[in-house]
């Protein structure tokens, strides 16, 4: 069996509690922020954040198609990624 790649799906009002839910192992909580500062920045940014340089995980969010925008929030860098053709970083 496989195990699927990466793949970033809208979260709506009926999975809200499902997408909150999710966890990484133990070993990988101080590289990833919890899910609620995720859609929270998400929100803000339109995008996400990370933390820079060799340990970090930028390489994996280039790889899903965000671009860093130019901005930082608390020292990380802000990226976004363009979505049913609105421009990157579009204000909602």
Known sequence: MTTPGPRLEEI????L???????VRPDQEHAVAPVV???????????????PGP???ERFYLGLGFCPNGETSGGE??????????PAGAPR
């Open 12 to 15: 709506t009002p009926a999975d």
């Open 17 to 23: 509690d499902a997408a909150l839910g999710i966890r």
């Open 37 to 51: 500062k995720s859609l929270a920045e998400a929100y803000v940014h339109h995008g996400v954040t990370w933390h």
């Open 55 to 57: 340990d970090g995980p």
């Open 77 to 86: 860098t802000v990226g976004v990624l363009e979505l049913d053709g609105d």
